[in-house]
């Protein structure tokens, strides 16, 4: 390309570290991916979940629950609501269905399944601390159970992926295949 004083100016106007003087789109920066997904996936060191759209979709809608299931049971105990602690402690209690879906959920993520039915288990434990009307037991059974809530989210993070995929890591059949 040859560069004469008009090229130069046009250059000078547009910034040449926006747009390359031929024209073209800058190259992204060496340091890091151009797929933003990828990028947030290289800063973000948790061990990846694989999940289907739906699942992860799903898993945030539970874990959405999960916060206004503390939330309830603290506002239960600051009024000394024992039946309000048992009611909010079961819905994020251990259930058959419950099991069903942390199995599913974390087909793909070795030990996963495992922190999910033990965060289920302790919620059954700040159920039954309720029972005895004791407010720093129930405090004490929730601390616990808050425990895993944070130790999960240290170390997972939603890989979402598709059905091929989902299917590989997992060695399950994907829904619908
Ligand atoms: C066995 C693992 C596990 C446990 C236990 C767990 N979570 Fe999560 N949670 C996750 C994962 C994985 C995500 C998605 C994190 C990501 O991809 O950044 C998440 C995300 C969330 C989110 C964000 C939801 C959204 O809409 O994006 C909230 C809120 C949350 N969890 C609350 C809780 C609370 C409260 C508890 C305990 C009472 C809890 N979680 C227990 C694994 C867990």
Same mark, same amino acid.
């Given at each position: 390309m040859r560069f004469d004083v008009t090229t130069l100016l046009a250059c000078a106007l547009a910034g040449a570290f926006l747009t390359g003087c031929d024209g073209r789109p800058p190259e992204p920066p060496?340091?890091?991916? /151009?797929?933003p997904v990828e990028a947030l996936n290289r800063l973000d060191p948790r061990r990846p979940v694989p999940l289907l759209p739906a699942m992860a979709w799903h898993q945030k809608q539970n874990m959405q629950q999960h916060l206004v299931a503390v939330e309830a049971i603290t506002h239960a105990l600051a009024h000394e609501d024992w039946d309000g602690v048992t009611a909010a402690a079961r819905t994020i209690g251990t259930t058959p269905d419950m099991q069903r879906t942390c199995r599913r959920m974390g087909?793909? /993520?070795?030990g996963f399944t495992d922190l999910a039915l033990e965060f289920h288990q302790r919620a059954d434990a700040v159920a039954e601390a309720a029972a005895t009307r004791d407010a720093g037991a129930v405090l004490r059974a929730t601390s616990v159970m808050l425990r895993t809530c944070t130790a999960c989210h240290a170390t997972y993070r939603q890989d979402v992926v598709d059905a091929a995929t989902w299917g590989a890591r997992t060695g399950m059949t994907p829904p619908g295949h």
């Open positions: 060496a340091s890091g991916p /151009a797929d087909a793909g /993520a070795e």
